[in-house]
Each structure stands twice: as C-alpha cells, then as structure tokens.
C-alpha cells in the first residue's frame, strides 16, 4: 500500500514538473498578448469635439483623422502611448536623468551626468510660460498618451518584464523628449572642447593650425564652390605627444569600430529640375538604431485654420509633442539634418580666497545656487546630488578645473511648439520663418515647395556670437577677453539659401557655409565633408526632369571613394621589399587588388582591409593623445575633437616631413608597414581568415530592443536578423551595426502618392505584434516602399 501510495504522488509530481512550467509559459504568452495595442474598437473620451478614426494598413501605418488639431493630438497621444510607450519612457528618463529608477545603480554615472542639467525642472517652468493654446495641445496629446496606456488590457511588456510600473505622461514630459534629442544632437559638445582645451594647452600655435583645420578639399559649401582657406603649413616640429606607441592598448582599433560615423543626409531638388515641376525633397537621418525604430509613421488628416482639409504625411517622435517631423503637407515639404553649429561654451570659472564661496564667470563674482537632487535607484536607496548652477549654467568639474556649461538647451527659447506653424506652413516663405524659429536642438533644415522653389535655413536655437568672434571652439576663461554667447540668435537672423542657381541644396552635417554667415554657425563638429561632396555629386548627376524614385537612390550610394585614396596608399607601400618574407602583406596585398569594387560592399575584403590600414595609422599616430583625453571625458578624443584628421595624415603621408616622423621607425614606408601589420593582427585575433574578412562580416546589423542590456537572453526575440549591410560612413549610403539611415524619405509636396520611404524597424515596439519587424527586410535592400499609408486593414474609432 505505501509503495502504491508514493508511486501515485510520483506520477503526480512528474505531471507536476512537466505541466507547471507549460502553465507558467502559458501565462507568460497570455499576459505578453495582452500587453498588445488594440487595432480594431471603440474609444470614447469626454475631450473630443467630434469624431476622430485611426486606419492602419498592412504596414501598421495609421491615417488619423480628426475634425481639429486638438483631437488628431489626443489620437496621436493614443496610439503613441499603446504602440512606444516605453521607448517614450526612455527618452524622458534620459534627459531628466531617471533611468536608475528603471535600471538601478548601473545607470547612476548617466543619470549623473544628465542630472546636472536640471531638465525636469527646466520642463515644469516651460509649461507654466506656455500660451493656453500651447499647454491645451500639450494636455491633450498626455490625455491620449494615457488613454492609450489605461487601455491595455495589460502593462507594455518592458514593464512586465520588470516588474515596474509605468508613470503618467505629463505635459512636461514630452519637452523632456525634445531635449532627450539636444543630447543625442549636440552631446558630443561637451567633450569636443575639453578635447579642444587640452590639445590647445599641449600645442604650440602653428601645431594647433595644422592638427585643427577648418575645412578640407572635401568641402561642398551651398554658397560657393569651395571654402577658399589655404591648409595651414606642417610646422618644423610635432607635438611631444605624437605618435606614443606605449600608450596604444593592442585591440584598441577594435573599439573605433563606427565613431567616425555622423548623422543624416538630405536634399532637395528645385522644380526647374524636375519632372513635374514641384520640388523634391529627401531626408535620410542617421542615428543610433534599436528597436523599435526612432521613428513612428503617419499621415494626418484635419481642416487648416480656413477649414480647408489638410494631409501632412511623413514621420513623428514617439513623446515629444505631436507634429511631423519630417514629410510633406501637400503644399511643402521639410527634412532635417544636425547643423553641428556651435551651441555650447564651457567657461572656465575663477576662484580666489578673497570670494569664498563665489565663483568668477564672464558676468563678474557671483555665488552659485545650490540644488539638492534626488536620484532614485531601482533595489537601492535613494542618493542626493547636488548642483551649482551660475548666470550662465550649471557647474562641471573635471580634472580639478570648474567650468561653467553655457548651452543653448537651458535658454528658455530653446524649446517650443513652433513645429506646428512648419507643418501648416502653405509656401515657401512661410516655412522658412516656421523653420528658423523652430524650437528643436539647432538643424540644417532643407524645404521644398509645390510651387518648386527651393530653401536652406538652420531651424532650432543658436547662440547669439559677437561679430568677427573665433570660429573655432575652445574652453573660454572667466576674465572674458573672448565673451561667450549672449541670448539666442533671432529667426529672421539665422542664415538662409534660398532658389540657388544650380537647382539643388545638400547638406550632410558639414560645413554649409564659405562666406561670412558660417561664423554664424560655428563648428561644433563637422563632419569631414567627403559624404556631401559624394552626395552632392549624385544630386547634381540627376540632371533635369528627375523624378522621385531616382532622387531617392542618390542616398543608397556605397561607392568609396574616399577609403580608396587609402587603398592606394597602402599598395604604395607594400611594395617588393616590404613583401619580401611577409607572407601576411602578400596577401593582404593580393586582397586590395582583387577583393576591391570600389565600394563598401558586403563581399568586399578589400574595402575593409584599407579602412582597417586608415584606422590602425590614427592609431599609432594619436592613440598617446587619445588615452590623455579620455581621462577628461570618456567620448573625449581626436576623433571628436577633429573630424578632419584624415586629411592631415594623408599631408603627412604625402610630404613625410622628418620631424613628424614618430620615434622607433626608419621611414613613412615603415609607418605605414606597422599600420598594415596592425590591420593583419587584429583581423587575425577575431579568428577570422584574411581571405575571408569581408566588409559585411564586419558590418553585420546588431540592431535590438534596450531591454536586451539588461536580459541578454531576450536578444533572441528582441532583435533584428544579423544582416550583413553595405555602406558605411564617408559615403551617402551610412551604415554600421547600430548606427545608419533610421528612415528614408523622398517626396514632391502634392504629388505624395509618389512619395517613398523605409525604416530599418516596424511601427510597434511589441515583439509580438505583425507590425515589430515590418519593412526591415526592404531597409536592408533598400527596396523602397509608398511614402502614403495603403489599403486600409484595421480601424480604431473615438467618440466623444
């Protein structure tokens, strides 16, 4: 009877074991189903004025259409909130540093960091300036936010996941969102002059001339044929610093892997050289990709002021306030690249025994306020963080040394709802003045109308510069003998190109300007400048009567022209003596010769071999510098300091000056020799086979949802397939792992049914939905897809 009774509770256990974890799964899927936005249904809300109808088609893609603004904001709330809330979570947790409360201590150093800015704060006083039309859109647009999130039948699944509750949308949130993008835009700013500051104190001045250029040959200007500024001499002796081979760790070219990667093309076309006669304007934003996508796409459908109906199609941000960022209204259309202007000084703050507890800035002696911070900490308790904010911002200590931060993004002008007279805009003199007085972190703006005309403007705040000041930015010292900004630049002031007489204005985040207006601007980090002149060409190659389809191939172009001044190099030196007894630079040369199509294709074993040599020289050459620098700021370096470093190791190369030759080489060829040997070495250390090291071996999409940081196991779910891509930077075709064209965008403003467009990721951020991973595979192909929302499948109503 015992043996009977314990083998009945041993099948029972071993049903147990096997259906438990079935259950467990079971209950896992269900609650992750329900966690899934609704499609198809019925929404009523107390704050519409009439009906509002979301269509989605195939692609996921919705038309919202409403009887006003204010109801297509509360919609747009709606489906943002059930389709991105958490990815709307990160971003306002980003700028006001409260990604600990999420992710625990490992987020305090950012936290940190962003923190010192005060952004919550910042965004409780902006809402209170607002107009009451301003704080009812804002209001309205929350409401939807949270109706959506309310109406899951369960939590985002990020949340789930977690264990976490998801917080309220605010009004104040979604500037958090506008100023999560002045990081991503302009934080490399920061580090770029500490860089600056530190080269500037280790070079003597013809050093820093030459090292620092201002412009290259590459340089396309909108204004002109090229920037007319002869290259600085080499001077008779380099830096103590150059070329310290002791301080280069042996993989650490394997950590460069896309930092020389920029952000976004665009271009538009005037009537005169098209087809139909309506400008074409194409936009393609380069950014860090994950899933889901940055962007959210829609069309729009409400009446204009004058009750005449009005379609605006093109692509949103997720939590910031509820405008097109990019697309077409059927009379203009608008895309953005980053302006890199000069938005940002960090002053070096005087201290002095006889001030105690003052500080000395451009402004005179003064006292900082304190503010206590409180960061919350996911598992920990909470810590306190105090800032010390001046007349002109918030105070960053590094390396012993206060500065002050004065950035454009703490002006109370920096942000507002300006966006929405671009989107309403009906010519082209109307967007223009929308576009310069945007409230958005400072961008090169290119506009196109149904008319044809054509315009350049930079939209979003910049600083106003004395006249005839510097253009090149370094930290600036107390005793004001060159003053830092005062104020923000008027809009009718920003420089503008308008119906130029080539027909067409590119941009491409390098400098726009030759003449006097690009001190306007400054530079806060251009670009080398070989992508808009690559791009440019392609444009100009169009010819007349071009139409949409070709306009948006031009930005599909991996032609390498500028790693091919490289692979020359690189055969130069590996000549017959150089090959004698090498094996390895045998075939490293054999591979440049035939393994090369000119492109940064994916089978190409040559394209990666000579951009490999490029990066191995920048790192014998500045790797001494580099570690110096990242001790000040961990994104400090050359590379940020400098986009054009390039071009003066390719002067070096050619002239070979004696003095500039570094210790422990007989000659440039042996330099070279070494770089080339380095490029072998670390291909050899991933295990891979010279033969067989393939641009897209190395260029292979590793693009996932942020919550794969904290669960790696999730990857398998959370991710796109590993893609081999072609492109890469320097070229229009922008492509890395994590880094390239987070959307594709051409179209001629009322002629949208031409219009076309891809992203790299679906419109849902749920893994579940048939929306995740929509029109990826046509990303990697560049296949492109109807700009305009197709058929339509589903349809969500509200009422009021």
Do not use: C
């Not at 929350?142 to 949340?159: C, I, K, M, S």
């Not at 009005?310 to 941000?317: E, F, I």
């Not at 105090?386 to 942000?415: C, F, I, K, M, N």
């Not at 989107?423 to 576009?435: Q, R, W």
């Amino acid at each position: 009877m015992r043996q009977r009774g314990w083998g009945k509770w041993g099948r029972r256990v071993a049903v147990g074991v096997v259906v438990l974890p079935v259950l467990v799964a079971g209950g896992a899927w269900m609650a992750l189903r329900a966690s899934l936005p609704e499609l198809d249904g019925q929404h009523r809300s107390p704050l519409l004025s009439a009906p509002v109808t979301v269509e989605r088609d195939a692609n996921g893609v919705p038309t919202i259409s409403g009887a006003n603004r204010l109801d297509v904001a509360y919609a747009t709330g709606f489906v943002h909130g059930q389709e991105r809330f958490f990815q709307m979570d990160l971003l306002r947790r980003s700028a006001a540093g409260e990604l600990a409360e999420l992710f625990g201590a490992k987020a305090l150093p950012l936290d940190r960091a962003h923190r010192l800015h005060r952004f919550r704060a910042r965004a409780d006083q902006a809402v209170q300036r607002m107009t009451p039309a301003e704080r009812a859109f804002l209001d309205r647009y929350a409401a939807g936010v949270n109706d959506g999130l309310n109406g899951l039948r369960a939590r985002p699944f990020e949340y789930l996941l977690s264990r976490a509750t998801p917080r309220p949308w605010t009004p104040a949130d979604s500037l958090l969102a506008v100023w999560a993008m002045y990081f991503d835009l302009q934080g490399n700013q920061e580090p770029r002059e500490l860089a600056r500051g530190w080269l500037a104190a280790h070079l003597d001045p013809a050093q820093l001339a030459f090292l620092l250029p201002e412009a290259t040959r590459w340089d396309t200007p909108m204004d002109a044929d090229a920037v007319a500024l002869a290259p600085a001499p080499i001077p008779a002796t380099a830096p103590a610093w150059w070329g310290r081979k002791e301080s280069v760790p042996a993989r650490q070219v394997a950590g460069i892997a896309f930092t020389d990667a920029v952000g976004s093309n665009n271009y538009v076309i005037a009537g005169t050289r098209t087809a139909s006669g309506a400008a074409i304007v194409s936009d393609d934003m380069h950014l860090g990709l994950q899933l889901p996508n940055t962007w959210y796409r829609l069309a729009l459908r409400f009446p204009d002021a004058q009750g005449q109906p009005r379609r605006v199609v093109g692509v949103s941000l997720p939590g910031t306030p509820p405008a097109v960022i990019v697309g077409s209204n059927g009379h203009v259309a608008w895309a953005f690249t980053n302006s890199y202007a000069d938005t940002l000084d960090l002053v070096r703050l005087g201290l002095d025994a006889a001030h105690p507890g003052q500080v000395r800035t451009t402004n005179g002696w003064e006292t900082p306020v304190a503010h206590t911070e409180t960061l919350l900490v996911k598992g920990e308790p909470a810590q306190a963080m105090t800032v010390l904010e001046t007349s002109l911002g918030p105070v960053r200590t590094v390396d012993g040394v206060q500065y002050a931060v004065h950035w454009v993004a703490h002006d109370p002008g920096a942000l507002n709802l300006n966006h929405l007279k671009l989107e309403a805009s009906t010519n082209l003199d109307e967007a223009l003045a929308a576009a310069a007085g945007d409230g958005i972190p400072a961008q090169n703006v290119v506009l196109g109308d149904d008319r044809g005309g054509i315009a350049w403007t930079i939209g979003g705040a910049l600083p106003q510069r004395a006249q005839g000041g510097p253009r090149v930015s370094f930290p600036l010292a107390a005793d004001g003998a060159v003053p830092t900004w005062s104020g923000l630049l008027a809009p009718a002031q920003h420089p503008r190109v308008v119906n130029p007489a080539g027909g067409q204005l590119v941009t491409a985040n390098s400098r726009q300007l030759a003449g006097g207006d690009s001190g306007i601007i400054g530079d806060g980090g251009f670009d080398l400048g070989a992508r808009v002149h690559q791009l440019s060409g392609n444009v100009r190659r169009l010819g007349d009567r071009t139409d949409v389809p070709a306009a948006f191939q031009a930005s599909l172009d991996d032609r390498a022209p500028f790693i091919a001044g490289w692979r020359e190099r690189a055969l130069a030196a590996l000549d017959a003596r150089a090959l004698d007894q090498h094996p390895e630079r045998a075939e490293f040369r054999r591979l440049l010769e035939s393994s090369w199509d000119g492109r940064a294709s994916t089978t190409s074993v040559g394209y990666r071999l000579a951009r490999q040599f490029m990066w191995s020289l920048h790192e014998l050459l500045f790797g001494g510098v580099d570690a110096e620098l990242a001790k000040l700021d961990p994104k400090a370096s050359i590379v940020v300091a400098t986009s054009r470093w390039p071009d003066v190791v390719a002067r070096l190369l050619d002239e070979r000056p004696a003095a500039w030759l570094p210790a422990g080489y007989a000659s440039w060829q042996d330099l070279q020799l070494a770089a080339i040997d380095r490029a072998i070495a670390q291909i050899k250390e991933d295990g891979t086979p010279l033969a067989q090291a393939t641009w897209g071996l190395r260029n292979t999409a590793t693009i996932a949802h942020p919550f794969t940081i904290a669960v790696p196991a999730l990857r398998r779910w959370l991710s796109v397939p590993p893609d081999q891509l072609p492109g890469d930077a320097n070229m229009p075709r922008v492509a890395g792992p994590k880094f390239g064209q987070s959307e594709r965008l051409t179209v001629a403003p009322g002629r949208e049914e031409e219009g076309l467009f891809d992203m790299p990721g679906g419109q849902s951020g749920h893994p579940l939905s048939p929306y995740f991973l929509k029109g990826h595979e046509d990303w990697v192909r560049g296949k492109p897809t109807p700009l305009l929302p197709g058929a339509v499948v589903h349809t969500l109503k509200f009422t009021n």
